[in-house]
């Protein structure tokens, strides 16, 4: 039999790859992961067809409700927020001019904004997160993907893209429109999941932060950096610990080793309860409870994985290089 078309890379398009591991997404449908032989991403193959994707992006991935999340897991997250607002926008002028690509419901700019930054953007694809941006009038949002002609050049000083990066379809067309509109010496800052990471090495298949098919690829910090040269930006530092995204992804992956299908509790918490129905609610609770057990455990691990610079996610600070 001949073989099938070889997968282009998330990332760099490089047809030269060789297998990971495989995974099932939460519909069931099976998937594998390959290290690219060019750039070093690790990417999802096959390349999942615009109606895979437009389908994988329903209102469950959203939340279905007024937040994502349930109320304290969404004031958690918000917490978190506002402790990256103040990390990041420390040093920024109250003129600046921000762009978060993929804001969400604009949480991270509403918090820029309590600290007195005003000119706020924000991108985010239809759905139930950028209705709860556009509630927020003192963003200036755009439905839809950034493109050419939405800033102009050399006029941005901050750009960020938290958990956006490893969804982009067409990553480096994205981070040349980011190079254009950033002011010399502007900063970028993106937060993906960790290829690399010691909870990708042990979960494999069943790591939460895969995410298929949402998830194209994802980098290492080795070759995200060097990935980065070309595309004009320069790494001024790199965060492993992230309270926020690391420990409870440990325990979903867990979970996800023990129970099947993947994922349950995490799509419980944005409400998707058609979701697994044989799983009661005894059996959510159950989770719910075996999750709060392992949380300190979790965090212990994740300031572990830090100290290795191996953690589950990683945040880069990055800026603009003259071309």
């Known amino acids: 039999m001949p073989e099938p078309t070889p997968s282009p890379c998330g990332y760099c ?3 030269a790859s060789r297998p990971l591991f495989d995974c099932v997404d ?5 998937w594998s992961w390959r290290t690219c032989g060019d ?4 990417f999802l193959a ?5 109606e895979q994707l437009e389908a994988a992006y329903d209102t469950t991935y959203y939340g279905a409700e007024k937040s994502k999340f349930g109320f304290f897991s969404e004031t958690f997250v918000e917490f978190c927020r506002r402790g990256r607002a103040r990390r990041i926008g420390r040093g920024l002028p109250a003129d600046a001019t921000v762009l978060d690509i993929g804001c969400g419901n604009g949480g991270f700019l509403a918090a820029l904004h309590r600290r007195g930054i005003t000119r706020l953007h924000g991108t ?3 759905g139930n997160s950028a209705q709860r941006a556009a509630k927020r009038g003192f963003i200036h949002l755009k439905i839809g993907e950034l493109a050419a002609g939405d800033f102009p050049d050399n006029s941005l000083d901050l750009i960020t893209l938290f958990h956006v990066f490893e969804h982009l379809v067409d990553p480096q067309a994205t981070l040349a429109l980011v190079h254009r ?10 937060s993906f999941p960790n290829g690399d990471s010691n909870q990708a090495r042990f979960f494999r298949g069943d790591w939460l932060h ?4 949402r998830h194209l690829f994802l980098f290492g910090p080795a070759s995200f950096r060097k990935a980065m040269q070309p595309a004009g930006f320069a790494v001024v530092s ?3 610990f992230s309270i926020e995204q690391n420990p409870y992804a440990f325990v979903q992956s867990l979970l996800n080793r023990v129970l099947r299908p993947r994922d349950m509790l995490y799509e419980r918490l944005k409400g998707n309860r058609a979701y697994a129905p044989r799983h009661g609610t005894l059996s959510v609770a159950a989770q719910a409870l075996a999750a709060l057990a392992l949380a300190p455990a979790a965090v212990v691990l994740d300031g572990i994985d830090a100290l290795q610079r191996r953690g589950a996610t990683v945040e880069f600070t990055l800026v603009k290089l003259p071309r």
Do not use: F, N
């Open 13 to 15: 398009q490089s047809l």
């Open 26 to 30: 939460i519909a069931g449908k099976a």
């Open 39 to 42: 750039c070093g991403a690790v």
């Open 46 to 50: 096959p390349r999942p067809t615009p």
């Open 124 to 126: 985010e694809l239809p």
């Open 181 to 190: 509109a950033l002011k010399p010496e502007g900063r970028l800052v993106l």
């Open 210 to 213: 895969l995410d298929p098919p």
């Open 238 to 240: 790199e965060r492993h």
